[in-house]
């Protein structure tokens, strides 16, 4: 999510999607060090990398070098993050992503072992560690053995509809589509087509998308032309397609997330919610249709596709739970982010001339009027792994 709005433009992003990842490694070389040690799932199952698309929740810096208002690689962003930085990631720290890649998640667990069972192919066994972050695919400092482990191509203020990244001139998901297929050419050049295969078969594709779509693109500019429900079928449309053709180049794990209670957003709230600015129901009204019509979706491509487990994430619920109860949770305040005022400010206008940041995010539920804490994320992924895990088996 990002909450940008700027004027309709017909260009399209100028970004290159070039990676300069050296691709020297060859499958004589791979053969000889590859091992089978990973961590098993029930089943015997594995999951060797994730592979995120999506909006700012999951965006790990693929904005930074793109001409656009829609980033966040400046201070006070990322003020909680490893040495203080700012990466590019649209909160104070981690994001959701970087939470299910680290190793305080499976994914992360089950990944370290075939990171470091590639290792020695770069000659780097004991440098690796433990992988913490989902590196961006942009990232200039991307290693040739993240492409083992998986990658996030989500831009900020991105979303289904074609037009809500056309106005920031973000990465649309096709451009994030032909990235991943770039990614896949690059890997297939490092352990051969066979491997890539078996990798994208047993690896966890992540999408999180619709909250620009409907929080900006619809009740910012379509409104007056489509009533939400049209609209949200527009969205689950292009949704599918996308979902189908990631099936379609050998994703079999999908997690979609729904959309958030996009009326309780600070921002929303200030804009929407009146004089005392509660949550913003129809907001919340729309994403709840959306969710639904998402949910019914993705039980019609399981039925269509019985290889694949595409597998619906609830995140609407639980955190709307949290900034219902945020004394529940530990948090002290629920209405408005930590970053100024906290009522109106996100990308651009939260930054560090802004006197009124708050001192310890902790007590947040938002970072800045759009996007969650770090620790609200960390609360959602701890939720994600007991509900949802066992239904990628």
Known sequence: MCNIMLSASSSSSSASFSSTIPLFVSVFIIILCSTEGRVKLPGNETIPALVVFGDSIVDSGNNNNLVTVAKSNYPPYGRDFIGGTPTGRFTNGRTPSDFLESLDGPVGGLKRQL????????????????????????????????????VSFASGASGYDPLTSKLPKVLSLSDQMELFKEYKGKLTGMVGEERTNTIFSKSLFLVAQSSNDIANTYFFILKGQYDFAFYADLLVGWASSFFKELYGLGARRIAILGAPPLGCLPS????????????????????????????????????????????????????????????????????????????????????????????DASKYIFWDSYH???????????????KYMESFL
């Open 372 to 386: 969650p804490t770090e620790r609200v994320y960390k609360i959602l992924i701890s939720g994600f792994i007991p």
């Open 115 to 150: 990171q470091r069972s590639y290792s020695c192919l770069l000659g780097k066994a004991e440098e690796l560690g433990i992988k913490k972050l989902l590196p961006a695919y942009l990232d200039p400092n991307l290693q040739p053995t993240d492409l083992l482990t998986g």
């Open 268 to 359: 929303v709230r200030s804009l929407a919610g009146g004089i005392r600015r509660e949550c913003a129901e129809k907001y919340n009204e729309a994403a709840e249709l959306f969710n639904s019509k998402l949910s019914s979706e993705l039980n019609s491509l399981n039925a269509k596709f019985p290889l694949a487990k595409f597998v619906y994430v609830d995140i609407y619920n639980p955190l709307l739970d949290i900034i219902q109860n945020p004394q529940k949770s530990g948090f002290e305040v629920a209405s408005k982010g930590c970053c100024g005022t906290g009522i109106i400010e996100a990308a651009f206008l939260c930054n560090q001339l802004n006197p009124f940041t708050c001192k």
